[in-house]
């Protein structure tokens, strides 16, 4: 099994500045797809940004030109640097990854989400 676990969240004045961390753990081959989520109670979850291996990371326009995905293979880490936090950024934040396992299934595995509240 692949597990997700997801940190960095917090709160912070509009303006601002935090970066999200998410590590994957277990029988992990290969990760093909890293991507941040985040949903508001009553929303639907919506994409932040992503990345795959060899392609443009893709941002949703709300976030384009202040958040920044990243990733360390090596690792098994994604990162969300988000600057000029908005109030509207406000939400629980989620990892997904998805890959192939040790065992050549693939998986696609969500982590339990870290606030982010921006407020002043």
């Known amino acids: 099994q692949v597990q997700l676990v997801e940190s960095g969240g917090g709160l912070v004045q509009p303006g601002g500045s935090l970066r999200l961390s998410c590590v994957a753990s277990?029988?992990?081959?290969?990760?093909?797809?890293m991507g941040w989520y985040r949903q508001t109670p009553g929303e639907r979850r919506e994409l932040v940004a992503v990345m795959s291996d060899g392609n443009t990371p893709q941002y949703a326009d709300s976030v384009k030109g202040r958040f920044t995905i990243s990733g360390d293979s090596g690792e098994n880490t994604a990162y969300l640097q988000m600057n000029s936090l908005k109030p509207d950024d406000t939400a629980t934040y989620y990892c997904n990854f998805k890959g192939l396992g040790t065992d050549w299934a693939h998986f696609d595995t969500w982590g339990r989400g870290t606030q982010v509240a921006v407020s002043s």
């Open positions: 277990g029988s992990i081959s290969t990760i093909d797809v």
